[in-house]
């Protein structure tokens, strides 16, 4: 779906002014599906890239590619990092009588550094595992999500961006007699709900199917339909 009939659906949905150049509604349609874009990527995790990072003896933290907007994975030849809460590595650095020896095995990140735990003690390489932001916002009517350039997600979750251009078109407009921003919120959600259970899929991996009103581990009942975040 390229910006062109992002902004027709958009617009037409939602009552918005038509689609033309410099008018200021368009102006906001397109930031809201580029902005759409964006969060989709970072809440599915459903477009990733591989990088790798030149390691140095004695140094923990290190600047990556500002593209980089959410990681899915890291390691170190064939050791796989925990990934753990910034915090945690300040704690442990700052504890003199927790200075584990050995290789490298957690790794948080923050802004744009990597920091590692603990402190690699050689040098090596990291290899990373990451979602990237798009190298460009689509502003031609031509320009397409499903582009290397643009975000490069399948045309098969482009309706889930538009639900999100569509939610915060609702806001603009204070929908609170149709409701329809909430409708069109929930829509969003579901997407990506959907769109991670799918790319799940497409990984080989099976999902068990849900059983209404399983009671967890932990003894807690769940209620049909719910999603849990798991």
Not at 74 to 91: E, F
Request: proline share 7%.
């Amino acid at each position: 779906m390229n910006l062109t009939t992002f902004r027709l659906r958009i617009q037409s949905t939602t009552g918005l002014a038509s689609a033309s150049p410099g008018h200021y509604e368009q102006t906001l349609v397109d930031g809201w599906v580029n902005e759409g874009i964006t969060q989709f990527l970072m809440r599915t995790k459903a477009v990733k890239k591989t990088a790798s990072l030149a390691l140095t003896a004695g140094q923990g933290d290190y600047t990556i590619d500002p593209n980089v907007i959410a990681f899915e994975d890291a390691y170190i030849g064939n050791s796989m990092l925990k990934n753990v809460d910034t915090q945690d590595i300040r704690r442990w650095r700052l504890n003199p009588s927790y200075s584990p020896a050995g290789s490298v095995g957690c790794f948080a990140y923050e802004g744009q550094t990597i920091m590692l735990y603990p402190t690699p003690v050689a040098a090596d390489v990291l290899h990373m595992v990451y979602v990237p932001e798009p190298l460009a916002p689509l502003v031609g009517g031509n320009d397409d999500p499903s582009g290397a350039g643009f975000g490069f997600i399948p045309n098969e979750y482009h309706p889930t961006i538009e639900a999100y251009a569509k939610w915060k078109a609702g806001e603009y407009a204070n929908d609170q007699p149709s409701q329809n921003g909430q409708v069109w919120k929930q829509e969003w959600e579901a997407g990506v709900v959907s769109t991670r259970s799918l790319e799940t899929r497409k990984a080989g991996v099976n999902v068990r199917r849900a059983t209404p009103g399983w009671r967890s581990k932990a003894g807690v009942g769940i209620a049909p339909g719910v999603d849990q975040g798991y």
